[in-house]
């Protein structure tokens, strides 16, 4: 399973360990994923992810994984999301005044 947010496409990042001798090692810094379950209003359905601790927190500001979808340009979603927003906006048909 890829160390990858389902939402955001964040995925680990390297560094350094640096001793206080001041020696280099290489490390990873993985992001902290957690298998969550969110409830979409369109689809009318739990949509199981694994994404990010951060991107919980923001689906949850933008009031739940519609809007969160709807308001999020394209190019800023993994490909998982782009392929949920264009199910979610199927479901809508056009888009209510309350989602824009």
């Known amino acids: 399973m890829s160390k990858r947010c389902d939402l955001t496409g964040t995925k680990p990042q390297f ?3 640096v001793s206080h ?3 280099k ?13 969110f409830y979409s209003d369109a689809l009318k359905q739990n949509v199981g ?10 689906v949850q500001k933008h009031g739940g994984i519609d809007r969160f979808l709807v308001k999020m340009d394209p190019a800023k979603l993994a490909p998982e ?4 927003k264009r199910r979610v906006h199927k479901a809508l048909g056009e888009l209510p005044a309350s989602l824009r």
Do not use: E
Not at 49 to 58: D, N, P, Q, W
Not at 81 to 84: G, I, M, N, S
């Open 15 to 17: 560094g350094h360990n």
């Open 21 to 23: 001798s001041n020696r």
């Open 25 to 37: 090692t290489n490390r990873r810094f993985d992001p902290n994923l957690q298998q969550v379950t």
């Open 49 to 58: 992810l694994r994404v990010t601790t951060r991107a919980i927190r923001t």
């Open 81 to 84: 999301a782009v392929r949920l």
